[in-house]
């Protein structure tokens, strides 16, 4: 992996939108599964049609450039409550009933959507997500055939309420 900057983080997924580029992020936290260096922050850029990963390090989260990253990639609804919407039975539900259980006992948490193809998804082929809570070994997985669109966005917007106190679902 190669470190690279905010300022060029940017540039590139900037540029990979515009090329229609297979891209995702991940936001890992210092105690993340994920994370090898586990003394900070880390975002991770995969460009999966150049086979091209990127990382940046810092003492503090990525709240803020997160939500301008999901936007570019998902467009500017992603993290928007949608009225009218109907939780079905989903896997969602069951890692919607753990947040509040994190919540509830003040355990900070964090999550992945892994794509098919990303580096940190141990099930190549499907869509994962994997919830994350601090301290004691707590993994959750969710794995799909398609992409999970809508319990993603519920996940996304319950994570920002709990990390971002100026995140506002219904105003973004």
Known sequence: MQ???IS???EKTRIWQEQGKAWHFHVLFPDC????????YAMVLED???IETFVIYSDNGFAKISQEFLK????????KTRAGVVSQERPANTLLAQCEIFKQNKVLWHHHMLFP???FNDHPGKWNIVMEGSGEARTFNALYDEEPMDDFQEIEIEYFKEIDPTFNAETQ
């Open 3 to 5: 470190e690279i900057t």
């Open 33 to 40: 599964i994920f994370n090898t260096q586990n003394k900070q």
């Open 48 to 50: 999966r049609t150049s």
């Open 8 to 10: 060029q983080a940017r």
């Open 72 to 79: 570019l990639h998902y467009g500017d609804d992603i993290l």
């Open 117 to 119: 193809d990303c580096i």
